[in-house]
């Protein structure tokens, strides 16, 4: 379980960008994080995997504060799989060498230098497969559509073995079937496999549809944490006071 107490992150410029937060996320729960653009979200989730260190609080684990040494952090980010927007693939490198990026802090910094084992290939081969896109394993990423190249993104977290995904805003720049597609693959494979996962959001329709548990975010602050069952409209104005929430549907 991944704890946060009383975690808080003011900016240089002192922007507060997250007041004090207190929550978890147990083990293969599938948690969402909902908000409008500058809700704090992003700030939560680097936040959770080390970026950032917080101004305020900490974030632990059984092994005690991710950031207690160099050495736990770098550990914690082993096994945390990262999932973005912006998918951030090698346009010229094909499906499978991208995914074959996730296997690269497996190994020491020496023999990472090396190609990789033939272990390691299967690995990505077969997170490619789930994610339906073992056809397209030898296309260059950059000759594949927006959802396809983010689920090329969900593989190389999944070839990375985590036990922890962080996802933040997967689906914001993909037309609504795509999204789903993207959301329903990542949702499919963290419960086949126990991850616990996190993932920001703008879209109400898909947190109600995938959220085991959602925490509503507004102004850097936690307005609302409770199952996805309990989202109402007074909840929903909570949320969306400043912004009208955008819905999965066109």
Known sequence: M???RNVAMTYPNGVVALA???SSVPKGRFVVLLGPSGAGKSTLLRCLNGLVTPTGGDVTDHRGSIFQSNRALREHRRRTG?????HHLIG???ALQNVLLGRVAAHHLLRSLLPLPRADRRIALQALERVGLLERALDRADQLSGGQQQRVGIARAMAQRPQLVLADEPVASLDPAAGEKVLADLHRICREDGISAVVSLHQVELARRFADHIIGLASG???FEGAAS???A???DRIYRLAPPRMAAA
């Open 234 to 236: 007074s909840i929903l």
């Open 2 to 4: 991944l704890t946060l």
């Open 221 to 223: 602050r936690v307005v």
């Open 230 to 232: 309990q989202l109402d």
């Open 20 to 22: 004090p937060t207190s």
């Open 82 to 86: 990262m999932i973005f927007q912006q």
């Open 92 to 94: 010229r490198l094909s």
